[in-house]
């Protein structure tokens, strides 16, 4: 009698994360609650924010001038000051969106209350409306973000990408000093002006770590720019650093900005989860085309290693030939 053997059903579905897994799993302290003078939109900044914060807002101060953009039940405006014609931006964030954005907005407020940093933009104020609505003023960039220029301008040269990366890596220098992973550098969360001052922005799915040691792989940010650690936390998360994740996004970002379109895929390919877990996690690591330096290879293979025990760290990667190189005298590193 021949002996049949039963054969093993091999699991070959990916584990697409459950919804619950992308929202933060760790608690967030909340800001306390502005005190509200009247009902025309006239509140208190909270009692937390830096002393660089505006000391109040009145909406009647500030006239809208167009709209910078929209999401996460939100919108952005270009404003003005009516007295002074200072020009800010001005995230709104409606008093009856989503609990998840909401709370995202409020851990947004949490980090910029802590920064005071040249390359992290700027808060100067934070309101609660009396309806329920979340303002954060903010300095305005006024040449829009390293992606609306990347469409508008074209892909950037070495020079460039070099005073980008030492401008990033100085910010992160700063959060990382202060605990702060930041979890999703990419070209449309870094700002910049007409002189090419690059600023990191956008604080929605940070991180403040308590203790080094805290986890920091949960499914937030955009997973585009996700290291494989936080993709893949059972392979590649042995002796985990949140602040390589940062790391890897940076090199992911800056060869976008040279090639022209995100790396793992070819031009015009619109990435979905399932594509870039297989990409990032099991494929080989994006290399530049040719054409590019050696300085500036090195330095792309010491962001995007896979293990982030191998990564350079912010301060490395600040003395790296690329970065030094390509800095104007002034402020070349010793």
Not at 30 to 53: D, E, F, N
Not at 234 to 242: F, R
Request: hydrophobic fraction near 35%.
């Amino acid at each position: 009698m021949a002996l049949v053997r039963e054969r093993r059903q091999l699991n070959l579905r990916l584990p697409l994360p459950d919804f619950s897994e992308r929202r933060p799993r760790f608690p967030l302290p909340l800001p306390p609650t502005s005190q509200s003078s009247t009902a025309t939109g006239t509140a208190t900044a909270t009692a937390a924010a830096p002393t660089t914060c505006a000391a109040n807002f009145v909406a009647a101060d500030y006239e809208k001038l167009q709209v910078l953009g929209h999401g996460n039940g939100g919108t952005v405006y270009k404003v003005r000051q009516k007295r002074t014609s200072a020009v800010y931006a001005l995230k709104v964030v409606h008093g009856d969106s989503d609990s998840a954005v909401r709370r995202q907005i409020f851990r947004e407020m949490e980090i910029l209350r802590r920064t005071d940093s040249p390359f992290v933009v700027r808060c100067h104020g934070i309101f609660e409306k009396p309806g329920g609505d979340v303002a954060i003023l903010m300095e305005y960039m006024d040449a829009g973000t390293l992606d609306t220029l990347l469409k508008s301008n074209g892909i950037f040269s070495e020079p460039s990408l070099a005073n980008i990366a030492r401008q990033v890596l100085d910010g992160l220098n700063y959060l990382h000093s202060h605990k702060i992973i930041h979890r999703d550098i990419k070209p449309s969360n870094l700002l910049v002006n007409r002189d090419m001052e690059v600023k990191i922005a956008d604080f929605g799915v940070s991180k403040i770590m308590c203790r080094t040691l805290d986890a920091c792989n949960s499914y937030v940010g955009t997973c585009a720019y996700m290291s494989p650690e936080r993709f893949d936390p059972d392979t590649y998360g042995a002796n985990y650093n949140g602040y390589a994740a940062d790391i890897w996004s940076l090199g992911l970002t800056l060869m976008e900005l040279y090639m022209g379109h995100f790396p793992f895929l070819p031009a015009g390919q619109r990435p979905d989860w399932a594509t870039l877990m297989c990409a990032i996690c099991f494929g080989e690591p994006p290399s530049l085309p040719e054409g590019a330096s050696e300085e500036f290879r090195s330095f792309m293979e010491c962001c995007l290693q896979k293990e982030s025990s191998k990564r350079w760290t912010v301060s490395q990667l600040l003395s790296h030939p690329f970065v030094i190189s390509n800095a104007p005298r002034s402020e070349r590193r010793s």
